[in-house]
């Protein structure tokens, strides 16, 4: 996805902030330059979004920029369990990743929370989370 977004040259928008117009400010060339941010911004989100399966499409359809919806899915689709730490304190950071985004108003539902937790199970525990995706 980076790559595509990068041919597009809208890469940038994950990680800079929209510029700002304050009230009263009668720069036409200000205005132009936020206008044409928000556009790119909003392709760049939309690109994103497209690429999602329908399930996530519907959690993360209310992100505001693509900035925030990078890194909402960075943070709860790249998280990676280790052998070293015990399962439930992982599941535990799983769940305050899950809470972060309730909180921010991305609706997840039970199914996808359960599947990615045991999608996310350390490589020890490969049979077991077969066991549990083939019930």
């Not at 117009?21 to 330059?33: E, H, K, L």
């Not at 939309?46 to 690429?51: A, E, G, T, V």
């Not at 950071?93 to 108003?105: D, F, K, V």
């Not at 996310?120 to 019930?135: E, G």
Request: with cysteine; hydrophobic share 40%.
């Amino acid at each position: 996805m980076l790559f595509y977004l990068t041919t597009f040259s809208l890469s940038r928008f994950l990680t800079e902030e929209p510029p700002v117009v304050t009230v009263g400010d009668s720069d036409t060339q200000r205005r132009t330059v936020v206008h044409a941010w928000n556009h790119n911004d909003f392709l760049c989100r939309k690109y994103i979004l497209n690429s999602l399966d329908d399930v996530l499409y519907n959690v993360y359809c209310s992100v505001k920029t693509a900035k925030e919806l990078w890194n909402s899915l960075g943070n709860f689709l790249n998280y990676k369990m280790v052998d070293t730490k015990s399962v439930m304190n992982q599941v535990q950071e799983i769940q305050i990743i899950i809470h972060n985004l309730l909180a921010e108003g991305m609706e997840i539902n039970e199914p996808l929370q359960v599947a990615t937790i045991i999608e996310k199970l350390p490589p020890m525990w490969r049979d077991f989370k077969n066991y549990l995706k083939h019930m």
